[in-house]
């Protein structure tokens, strides 16, 4: 599997892909499978705000290793209406999709960190990030294990 793999969202089946893509690349950066699912999770949130709000976007997922720790980034992009009013839109409860969904609000709490820039003229872009401290828990761990 590439470092960056691109995923078209036209419609809801396109969820699926999306979500498979983006928990195997978590688990090829060594996350859980709960951490794993996490990320799915969220991407499927915002590829749904995509087809619900913008009728077609894209999402791009690529792994990144810095400063000791491996993640997974999840860029959404669409041409949408954009948000208007993006600090509602945040807030857990305000959806306007009439959905049971978790919208930006869970998708935001289950990420690492979490950034919206959007524009009625250029749509939306959602950045999310996950990260693994790479190694050192799994060091620390087998050092409890000797020392007992």
């Known amino acids: 599997m590439a470092d960056e793999v691109r995923v078209e969202i036209r419609n809801d089946a396109d969820l699926v892909p999306a979500r498979a893509q983006g928990r195997a690349l ?12 996490l990320v799915a999770t969220a991407i499927s949130e915002i590829a749904r705000n995509i087809v619900m709000h913008a009728g077609r976007g894209e ?12 993640g997974v980034v999840v860029t959404a992009t669409d041409k949408g209406p954009g948000i208007r009013n993006l600090d509602a839109a945040l807030q857990h409860g305000q959806g306007s999709g009439g959905g049971l969904g978790l919208g930006l609000p869970g998708a935001r709490r289950l990420m690492d960190e979490f950034e919206v820039v959007s524009d009625a003229r250029a749509g939306t872009t959602v950045t999310m990030r996950k990260w693994r401290v790479r190694d050192e828990l799994e060091r620390l761990r087998r050092r409890r294990v000797r020392d007992g």
């Open 59 to 70: 999402i791009v997922l690529r792994t990144v290793d810095e400063d000791g720790r491996c």
């Open 26 to 37: 978590a688990q090829r950066q060594g996350f859980s499978a709960t951490d794993a699912t």
